[in-house]
């Protein structure tokens, strides 16, 4: 048999490590929100590789930039000073955050979080506790995600993620997300710093209250710890504005001391960051604690990476896809009745990226369910899938959708009448 003839499944059984739960479907092609498979069957895609693809698939000025910029220069050393990495982290700091600070470019979320948790540490080396010692513990939340490196499993508040590799890396502490009570009485002479998504994406999309973030807030301040958040899923115009946190109605003013994102600020081209505030903590800028040898990445900010990522995040203000989002999030509030569907018994989350939330006790009604022996979420995508919608688990009882930023009305009106005819008892 020539390698044309063998079974992409079997390719994958056999030569890939099987890390992944993978669903059966092979992609050959992408255009704008649309999927299409070896079979040629064509798929509304909102899975947007899972909060990536903030432009679709195949969008002609990232094309046209990865062409450009692949034929002058790919990559180069970061001893070096490619103009493109300065002119994306200057729109990061200037149009992106809007507050002074700097930016440190890697290639992964899993990459940047690990950069905010050794600027915590080399920052609680600088100001110690009140008894000389160095303050090295970080607050974290139950049902949030920050990686799968050690560092970011350790921070990470899902036992699914954490089991089987300790022993983790010595220094986290999580406490109920959205709890402030829990939040006060966690902090101590040891606390360097709270970190934290501000809407919650493998957790189930869970959507920080306005008072938690408050609360978050006035302890960093009165406590010189750093307030730290999480921007991969829900960042660069994700949640309508360009930062998720500001989403939340009250939240606009608030200003974090470090900000960690990748997955929709490249477009579907690897790339992740970290945004360090300038403020000036004692006798120096916390933007400058990170000095020669003390952090790095070979091919973080690559002129390639950075070229491409300055075009998607100039695409996304440019063309103000935020206000898209908006308007498509009211819409599909005011499309949907939960009532109408019987597997569904709530929706969550704000912008584009939103959480389904499954009915379980309705759906164990099925005994294609009950036979299955898969998880009510995965059941679901698996259905809304044969009809032509892709969708993405977030935990055990939540589907999203995170399709990309410029999806147009007639395809998520598409996506909806799929949603409610999938689920619907006279279809099941």
């Given at each position: ?124 080396e600088m100001s ?40 983790l890396m010595e220094g986290f ?256």
């Amino acid at each position: 048999m020539n390698n044309s003839e063998e079974k992409t499944a079997d390719i994958y059984n056999k030569y890939i490590v099987p890390n992944y739960g993978r669903f059966p479907l092979v992609p050959v092609k992408g255009e704008g929100s649309l999927l299409f498979d070896e079979h040629g069957n064509r798929y509304l895609d909102f899975t947007g590789g899972i909060a990536v693809n903030s432009l679709g698939h195949s969008n002609k000025t990232m094309v046209e930039v990865l062409t450009k910029q692949s034929s002058t220069l790919i990559h180069c050393s970061n001893l070096y000073q490619p103009r493109i990495q300065g002119d994306l982290a200057k729109v990061i700091v200037e149009e992106v955050v809007g507050s002074p600070g700097k930016c440190f470019f890697c290639n992964s979320g899993a990459e940047a979080n690990e950069g905010i948790i050794k600027l915590s540490r080399r920052y609680g080396e600088m100001s110690p506790a009140p008894s000389g010692q160095p303050r090295r513990e970080i607050i974290c939340f139950k049902g949030s995600f920050h990686g799968r490196t050690t560092g970011g499993m350790a921070a990470t508040g899902q036992e699914k993620i954490r089991s089987g590799f300790g022993p983790l890396m010595e220094g986290f502490k999580h406490v109920d997300f959205n709890d402030v009570s829990a939040l006060q009485d966690a902090i101590t002479e040891d606390t360097v710093a709270i970190l934290l998504e501000a809407i919650q994406g493998e957790g189930g999309i869970n959507v920080a209250s306005i008072e938690f973030l408050l609360e978050c807030q006035k302890i960093c301040k009165e406590h010189n710890v750093l307030l730290l958040f999480d921007e991969v899923q829900c960042g660069v115009g994700r949640c309508g504005t360009l930062n998720g946190w500001q989403s939340i109605e009250g939240a606009e003013g608030i200003i974090p001391d470090a900000i960690s994102w990748a997955k929709g600020m490249g477009g579907g081209f690897p790339i992740g960051a970290v945004w360090i505030s300038s403020k000036k903590v004692r006798d120096f800028n916390l933007s400058d604690i990170l000095a020669p040898g003390s952090h790095g990445s070979t091919f973080g900010g690559s002129p390639l990476a950075s070229a491409v990522s300055y075009t998607v995040i100039r695409k996304i203000i440019d063309d103000n896809l935020c206000e898209n989002v908006r308007n498509l999030n009211e819409f599909i509030m005011d499309s949907i009745e939960i009532d109408e569907i019987p597997l569904l018994s709530d929706i969550r989350g704000v912008g584009l990226m939103l959480g389904f939330v499954i009915d379980v006790e309705e759906l164990e009604k099925l005994e294609s369910f009950r036979i299955s022996g898969q998880s009510p979420s995965i059941y679901i995508v698996n259905l809304l899938s044969k009809n032509g919608l892709l969708t993405v688990p977030a935990g055990a009882d939540v589907i999203r959708w995170l399709p990309p930023l410029n999806v147009d009305k007639n395809e998520v009106k598409e996506a909806i009448k799929i949603m409610k005819v999938t689920l619907s008892d006279k279809i099941i």
